[in-house]
């Protein structure tokens, strides 16, 4: 099995080379009342290499499905049901099962879990959790772990030697969030996902601990896929974004470039519910009404109309496809900013 996984570890798997994972068409569906309905629908994207990609959305658009799926780790109700998974050095993971799947989970590809829920057990000291973890994952040197967990605890401004006697209840939900990024970053994998990773800290906290982050991912060039609602976190942090709405991408450019150049009503509307972002303080616009719930995504036209300033007929019956903006690297999909271009 290691001598199998040795010689993965140097295949491309058909990637270019600054691409880590490349998701493609990908399906996601639960089961809800008899009946499947789609979470992700025809997902596409490249995860690029020693990058931060940023995955937003409102609640409900996909995001932590996204998440589970790029670990292969959707469970019942849901099912990735088409679609390909494939990072550099490991292969289709969708295609995973058993024990090849727990190996590269949490030490390859390891994930920081919405409010960090599941990546602690209640009954266990947080050092002790961390030396299973160690211990599963067949390492030389379980001891080795609890030292890095030691300098990552004291980098987040945690008292090491507290936070790893202690249980998980005796720890505040901000340090519990801190706790959760330490165990996604202790086996220092290739990449790693973060679902919401400040989302329990006061904006203060928050900055610290991206700003921690972010030095971390540049010294290990780790690729991290970053999920969040928050456009403000994006701009802090990311170099690309990826924008989804009701399960499906809608457009995806360079931080940069996303926030200078917008062309999807939705990205606008993200970004103008941020006052910092548009520079006017008096000016933070929410955007009106509720994105669709699974039951309710319209199966034909665009996913974002009904809550759509320039909607058109042709939105009503008519998926819209990817454009490609500028250098090809801008991908947006909208008939109303198509026909404004051309
Ligand atoms: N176990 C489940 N059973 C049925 N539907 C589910 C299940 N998990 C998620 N969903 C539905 O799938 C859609 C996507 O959910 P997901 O949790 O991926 O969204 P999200 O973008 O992470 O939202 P949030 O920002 O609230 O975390 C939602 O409509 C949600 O209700
Ligand atoms: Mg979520």
Do not use: W
């Amino acid at each position: 099995m290691s001598a199998k996984l040795t010689d993965r570890s140097q295949q491309d798997f058909g990637l270019s080379p600054e691409v880590a994972c490349q998701v493609r068409d990908l399906n996601v569906t639960y089961r809800v009342d008899g009946r499947e309905l789609s979470a992700l629908r025809e997902v596409s994207l490249d995860i690029r290499q020693g990058q931060i990609t940023a995955v937003i959305g409102e609640s409900g658009s996909g995001k932590s499905t996204l998440a589970l799926a790029l670990m292969n780790a959707v469970s019942s109700p849901g099912r990735i049901a088409s679609g390909s998974v494939t990072y550099r050095g490991l292969g289709e993971v969708t295609r995973m099962r058993g024990e090849e799947l727990r190996r590269v989970r949490g030490k390859a590809i390891s994930m920081v879990f919405q409010a960090s829920q599941n990546s602690m057990n209640p009954l266990t000291r947080i050092g002790a959790q961390l030396l299973d973890l160690a211990r599963s994952h067949d390492l030389p040197n379980p001891r080795a772990v609890l030292r890095e967990a030691g300098d990552l605890a004291s980098r987040m401004s945690l008292d090491a030697d507290r936070v790893l006697t202690s249980y998980q209840h005796q720890l505040s939900g901000g340090m519990r969030q801190r706790v959760g990024i330490i165990f996604g970053l202790v086996l220092k994998p290739k990449i790693l996902l973060m679902d919401e990773p400040t989302t329990a800290l006061d904006v203060l906290s928050q900055s610290s601990v991206l700003e921690i982050v972010r030095s971390i991912q540049r010294e290990r060039q780790l690729t991290t896929v970053l999920i969040t609602h928050d456009m403000g976190v994006v701009a802090e942090l990311a170099d690309r974004v990826v924008v989804l709405y009701a399960g499906r991408v809608v457009e995806e450019a360079s931080t940069a470039e996303l926030l200078r150049h917008p062309r999807h009503p939705y990205t606008r509307a993200l970004i103008q519910a941020i006052p910092r972002l548009t520079g006017d303080l008096g000016d933070a616009k929410a955007l009106e009404g509720q994105p669709p719930s699974l039951a309710s995504v319209p199966n034909q036209g665009c996913v974002f109309r009904e809550r759509c300033p320039y909607r058109m007929d042709v939105c009503d019956t008519i998926l819209p496809s990817f454009r490609f903006d500028g250098d090809g690297e801008h991908r947006f999909a909208c008939h109303y900013e198509e026909a404004r271009r051309d």
